[in-house]
């Protein structure tokens, strides 16, 4: 059974900067789109960003557009989040997903067909 793993999370203060992985043992991430979701306590889960199986194309939410940047190396089957600017809002447990699919297609506050979750990585911000 595939499950991608995440790491990277950790405390940052507001402002600050983190880089989350996201990565497969035995699995080849590259034919697929990637995504990346959030979930704050007491909150709905929401896709936050996805990349396309060549990387050429990405989404971003509008909560994180110009602060977050999705990234892959297909070389390392890894796909990165570069997070900045963080803000208290931001914190959550992130979780990646494998998409069925290659391209990356927005349905409400996720992205299609995702069947493959990993156990998240929890990040806080806060001072």
């Known amino acids: 059974q595939l499950q991608p793993v995440e790491s990277g999370g950790g405390l940052v203060q507001p402002g600050g900067s983190l880089r989350l992985s996201c990565t497969a043992s035995g699995f080849t991430l590259e034919h697929y789109a990637i995504g990346w979701f959030r979930q704050a306590p007491g909150k709905e889960r929401e896709g936050v960003s996805c990349i396309s199986s060549s990387g050429g194309i990405t989404n971003y939410a509008d909560s994180v557009k110009g602060r977050f940047t999705i990234s892959r190396d297909n070389a390392k089957n890894t796909v990165y989040l570069q997070m900045t600017s963080l803000k208290p809002e931001d914190t959550a447990v992130y979780y990646c997903?494998?998409?069925?699919?290659?391209?990356?297609?927005?349905?409400?506050?996720?992205?299609?067909?995702?069947?493959?979750w990993g156990k998240g990585t929890l990040v806080t911000v806060s001072s």
């Open positions: 997903a494998v998409s069925e699919a290659r391209a990356c297609v927005r349905t409400g506050v996720g992205y299609y067909g995702m069947n493959y």
